[in-house]
T-cell receptor, first 111, second 109 residues
């Protein structure tokens, strides 16, 4: 089954404690992205990747890191999380000019 | 990068009425324009899309129109039903897809 898998689904952490949200897709898609969703602000892009070892900043990259060492995986890293990073996060993958497939979402709370 | 604006932010209609959501985009190179529906607690799901070589596309009660010259596209839902209540997002972008801020549609029985 074609899918994008994110883990964990829910995470509560403390300020400053490094965390990683994993994302994996099995559709051999070139493009992968991370978005955060906040009420009234829609889906804002954090980072995107056009292929292995090629990443670029989206609209809200501050406080986040990503890596794309393999085509299928695109982890999101928060080196020192802060409360303003409390949000719902989605990973998505696609090929050029086609629909984006979303993961299940990760609800992150930073206290 | 692409910039997408979406209006209105909320829309309330009576069951059976039509609903229209409008989006504008900034990058004239964009060629693909999808619409997503997001139900509470779930991931966004594609409901219809249109490519720039087409002006209009219809799928049952849902239609999308595209005006490339004006750089805007619209979602039309006819004969709305309570199960159409959700948040709808438009998007654009060749590879780094950008989304509008969303429209919360409420269909009142």
């Amino acid at each position: 089954e074609a899918q994008v898998t994110q883990n964990p689904r829910y995470l509560i952490t403390v300020t400053g404690k490094k965390l990683t949200v994993t994302c994996s897709q099995n559709m051999n898609h070139e493009y992968m992205s991370w978005y955060r969703q906040d009420p009234g602000l829609g889906l804002r892009q954090i980072y995107y990747s056009m292929n292995v070892e090629v990443t670029d900043k989206g609209d809200v990259p501050e406080g986040y890191k990503v890596s794309r060492k393999e085509k299928r995986n695109f982890p999101l890293i928060l080196e020192s999380p802060s409360p303003n990073q409390t949000s719902l996060y989605f990973c998505a993958s696609r090929t050029q000019n086609t629909e984006a497939f979303f993961g299940q979402g990760t609800r992150l709370t930073v206290v | 990068g692409e910039n997408v604006e979406q209006h209105p932010s909320t829309l309330s209609v009576q069951e059976g009425d039509s609903a229209v959501i409008k989006c504008t985009y900034s990058d004239s190179a964009s060629n693909y324009f999808p619409w997503y529906k997001q139900e509470l607690g779930k991931r966004p799901q594609l409901i219809i899309d249109i490519r720039s070589n087409v002006g209009e596309k219809k799928d049952q009660r849902i239609a999308v129109t595209l005006n490339k010259t004006a750089k805007h596209f619209s979602l039309h839902i006819t004969e709305t039903q309570p199960e159409d209540s959700a948040v709808y997002f438009c998007a654009a972008g060749e590879y780094d897809m950008r989304f509008g801020a969303g429209t919360r549609l409420t269909v009142k029985p």
